[in-house]
């Protein structure tokens, strides 16, 4: 696997691709105690500059956590195709009905009652550390790559895949 940290636009678009490919991550609060609290959350965009924002609801304990202390960490996994995000930044809460509106989605129902529900927050995260790992030949090839060189004694060199940092 080489090496490739990426750089501003470079790092904003990679971010952009594995976060929303992934869809889901875990993020994590309370950085600060061990063990920290995850829970898996749904992405709602990764937007130009490299910011994630995701809903919330306001009442939630992650909410309160990141009143208390604005770091998360979010980790990203795409299985299939072997792609893997991992982003230290700041957490921020917005509760202003332009934020709301457009940042919502409808898929939010679920566990809303609509984007009028006085409970929604979004919730815009910040890259300050990202690194990232990307088979670029997706999981297929690269098992078979791993079986040929099991099978054959010799180890593998993992040459399809790339990681690094992204720093916007």
């Not at 889901?24 to 063990?35: A, I, Q």
């Not at 509760?95 to 509106?101: F, G, P, S, V």
């Not at 609509?114 to 990232?132: A, F, L």
């Amino acid at each position: 696997m080489s090496t490739e940290n990426l750089m501003h636009d470079d790092a904003v678009k990679k971010i952009k691709e594995l976060s929303e490919k992934a869809k889901f991550c875990m993020f994590c609060t309370d950085l600060g105690k061990l063990p920290n609290n995850s829970r898996p959350m749904g992405i709602q965009e990764t937007d130009d500059e490299g910011n994630l924002w995701f809903i919330s609801s306001d009442t939630s304990n992650k909410n309160f956590e990141i009143k208390e202390d604005k770091r998360v960490q979010l980790y990203f996994m795409n299985n299939s195709d072997a792609e893997y995000l991992s982003i230290f930044g700041d957490a921020f809460i917005y509760k202003d009905r332009h934020t709301i509106e457009d940042k919502w989605s409808p898929m939010a129902n679920a566990w809303f009652d609509g984007k009028d529900d006085p409970n929604v927050s979004i919730i815009r995260v910040q890259p300050k550390e990202t690194y990232y790992w990307d088979t670029k030949a997706g999981k297929l090839v690269s098992l078979l790559n791993f079986a040929a060189a099991a099978i054959s004694g010799s180890k593998t060199d993992n040459s399809e895949g790339v990681e690094g940092t992204a720093n916007i």
